[in-house]
């Protein structure tokens, strides 16, 4: 069984789960510095561009399950800033919780879900979308970053 089989989304939410158990199990990991204001905001952002991306997915007809077919690539609106806005939004919602939250667990999550994506689901489907749409898929990853 491959990570790809999983879905982003519950990958993200099983790093939270994780999070908020050693974040009450293990408490001396204590507080650092919060940002609470600015976890919030980046939260909502990172909300904003993940419906962005999946919207403009639902609109085109695109399914959204990594391991599905594409029968269409999205390079207009958000997809002209990052390739990945879904997981870019989702991986910014997870550093807003951390922000908010200030303890180890939550950056531990965040990071670990931006590993898992940036090594295990974005090579997977960049090979997958290069074999689909050959050269067109070529010109459009180098005009655009993988996140930012």
Not at 41 to 48: R, T
Request: hydrophobic content about 50%; overall charge positive; proline content about 5%.
């Amino acid at each position: 069984m491959s990570i790809t089989e999983f879905r982003p989304p519950r990958i993200a939410m099983a790093f939270v789960l994780v999070a908020i158990g050693f974040h009450w199990v293990v408490p001396e990991w204590g507080r650092f510095h919060t940002h609470p204001w600015f976890g919030i905001s980046l939260g909502i952002i990172g909300f904003a561009v993940m419906m962005w991306g999946w919207r403009l997915f639902k609109k085109h007809d695109v399914a959204i399950c990594p391991s599905s077919v594409t029968a269409s690539l999205i390079t207009h609106s958000i997809y002209q800033v990052s390739r990945n806005p879904m997981y870019l939004g989702l991986t910014l919602m997870l550093l807003g919780l951390a922000l908010y939250m200030g303890t180890l667990p939550f950056y531990f999550a965040a990071i670990a879900y931006f590993a898992v994506i940036n090594w295990g689901f974005c090579p997977y489907e960049e090979a997958k979308l290069a074999s689909t749409f050959g050269q067109e898929y070529l010109n459009y990853k180098g005009r655009v970053r993988r996140w930012l």
